[in-house]
């Protein structure tokens, strides 16, 4: 891996920097596998959830929150995204912020020049389990935060009767572009909250003040992180058109489609999580040495 | 890490394979099945001339394959109505009706099933233009089997292909006979599910007449008797439409609306009606009158 000795002042090499690493050195892509594997297993569950045996147990739960009618193809498939998206919360909680705290342990070994095995990386993130879970809590609060302000805006626009002027346009862009504010959210809140992990494992800190070390930074490093963290995030906007575009032609689409458009997102997802945190730990990495 | 890739590989689709066998011959894999090949036929049932036999034959034996293979899919029979419906959209009336007559001999004891059958060969004889033969058809269907949902809706169906026609004499006549067919219903049949369809029916068959103070009536009576039903909000709209639009009488939807509050207070629905009745003061105190040929489209 590049050495930190370089300064990341410009935020396009820090990503091609991030870019070529994973390329250079595959073991930091290797918790990611682990998430995408955990997803992958629990999207097949939930593809299931509505035949035996699964039906058994998640029967009575989608049949008490989204009716009987849920349970019966294609319906089932329709729900199936949603469902999904409700236990990658769960996973990223209980898991995936942990595997990304693995990540960051692999990439600060090998920018040490140090071999790591995916192992020695789990025995080192463990006894920070319980602040990476904080951490991923805190992360998701205020991602549902933001979120909630956007809905209580986006529900007053909706409000607004003209459809010319000033007041019509406010409503047009409000409105209309609703996918494309929350996919800015989510950018905004990840550059937020950027460092809080490496901080934890790599310094070593509790929570509260791994929290004020990320904010520290962030105050000299903001607009880096930001530009690093939304540039491999363009790589979901294919995602968010095709699953746009889906939803837009219900009458003449297999249901699966929906499905194969979320394992799609897994993937990508994975990719932009792989650069985004090779990036920002890579930039943290040289911001301790520089500092 | 190859191995940790080809390991979870080989585990989803192990997963994959597992859950998809358990539950091979299940109902799940019957709706799928019949989904699809309602899909195919949804593509080619308003182009009959141009789409070739073939076609049909394979949508049938799609549907065929489903009844075969799966012989306790609960919704067996209708899977086999729905066959039926590929010949009726191949205009072969005739192997149609065969199709539905089938689901006689091979459900003898339920009626809800039979009653659909024949009303699938009513309208088989009507699309061919035999409307007497139609007719005697759906007699049969009020005549034996009165407690089903086709069995209900036929009077009122009457009316509608008046109706539609253009012959409005006999429609009236036949709103009539549903009006008193459904009170009669309603009457006979106190505390029973099919008590609170019948008075929907009576509502409908009222409005259908123009007959709007009986309707407002029937709908009134309909939401006094049947306070928890989840078709409230749609039986309050059509109140407020009827009242407002067509009988331009603010008070008669008021009163209906506090006669439901004195005698349900503290339901749910007590919230909205004390805000539909203060938007309909409102309107009266305006003069607000809604011409019902002057909605924008």
């Known amino acids: 891996m590049e050495s930190t000795k370089t300064t990341f002042r410009d935020p396009i090499t820090l990503v091609k920097t991030s870019f070529n690493a994973l390329i250079n050195h595959p073991i930091i892509l290797f918790p990611f596998f682990v998430s995408v594997f955990i997803q992958l297993v629990v999207l097949e569950f939930l593809y299931f959830s509505a035949r035996f045996p699964l039906v058994v147990f998640f029967g009575p739960i989608i049949r008490r929150l989204w009716g009987e009618g849920f349970l019966h193809y294609p319906l089932n498939i329709i729900l199936l995204p949603k469902l999904f998206y409700y236990a990658q919360l769960f996973v990223y909680i209980f898991i995936g912020a942990f595997l990304t705290a693995v990540a960051a342990l692999i990439i600060r070994a090998i920018n040490n020049e140090r071999k790591i095995t995916f192992q020695e990386a789990v025995r080192e993130a463990v006894p920070y389990y319980i602040h990476i879970f904080t951490a991923s809590l805190i992360f998701l609060g205020t991602l549902k935060g933001f979120y909630a302000v956007y809905d209580i805006i986006f529900k007053r626009a909706l409000l607004i009767r003209s459809k010319v002027g000033i007041f019509g346009f406010i409503k047009a862009v409000l409105v209309g572009g609703a996918p494309y504010y929350q996919f800015f959210i989510a950018i905004l809140v990840t550059a937020l909250f950027a460092f809080l992990i490496p901080v934890i494992v790599i310094e070593r800190k509790k929570i509260f003040a791994a929290l004020i070390e990320n904010f520290k930074r962030l105050q000299r490093l903001f607009i880096i992180v930001f530009i690093a963290v939304f540039l491999p995030m363009l790589l979901y906007i294919p995602v968010l058109l095709l699953r746009n575009s889906v939803s837009s032609s219900e009458g003449i689409t297999l249901p699966e489609i929906h499905v194969l458009i979320v394992v799609v997102g897994v993937f990508v997802t994975l990719f932009i999580d792989a650069i985004a945190l090779t990036a920002v730990t890579t930039l943290y990495l040289a911001d301790s040495e520089k500092t | ?297």
């Open chain 2, 1 to 297: 890490m190859k191995k940790f890739i080809g390991i979870a590989f080989a585990t989803l689709l192990g997963l994959f394979i597992l859950f998809s066998l358990f539950d091979w011959r299940g109902n799940y894999r019957a709706e799928q099945i019949i989904w699809r090949a309602n899909k195919k036929l949804s593509k080619v049932i308003n182009t009959p001339e141009t789409t070739p036999d073939k076609t049909f034959e394979d949508i049938a034996n799609d549907f065929r394959k489903a009844i075969k293979d799966f012989p306790h899919y609960p919704q067996r029979a209708r899977v086999q109505i729905q066959m039926g419906g590929v010949y009726m959209a191949k205009k072969d009336f005739a192997k149609a009706r065969q199709v539905f007559e089938q689901v006689f001999k091979d459900y003898p004891t339920n009626d809800v099933f039979k009653s659909e059958a024949l009303v699938a060969i009513g309208k088989t004889y009507e699309q061919e233009g035999s409307w007497l033969k139609a007719e005697t058809a759906y007699r049969k269907v009020i005549s034996d089997y009165p407690l089903t949902e086709n069995g209900l809706a036929m009077p009122l169906y009457f009316g509608n292909v008046y109706k539609q026609r253009g012959a409005r004499e006999k429609a009236n006549n036949a709103y009539k006979d549903a009006a008193m067919y459904y009170g009669k219903m309603a009457e006979q049949n106190q505390g029973k599910p099919i008590e609170f369809r019948a008075m929907q029916l009576l509502a409908d068959s009222y409005l259908a007449l123009e007959d709007w103070n009986k309707g407002v009536e029937a709908l009134g009576n309909l939401l006094l008797t049947f306070p928890g039903s989840p078709a409230i909000g749609q039986t309050v709209q059509a109140i407020n439409i009827v009242a407002v639009i067509q009988l331009k009488d603010y008070d008669k939807a008021q009163a209906i609306y506090e006669s439901f509050m004195k005698k349900y207070p503290r339901h749910p629905l007590d919230k909205i009606l004390k805000k539909v009745i203060a938007g309909l003061k409102t309107l009266k105190e305006k003069n607000v009158v809604i011409n019902p040929k002057a909605t924008p489209k």
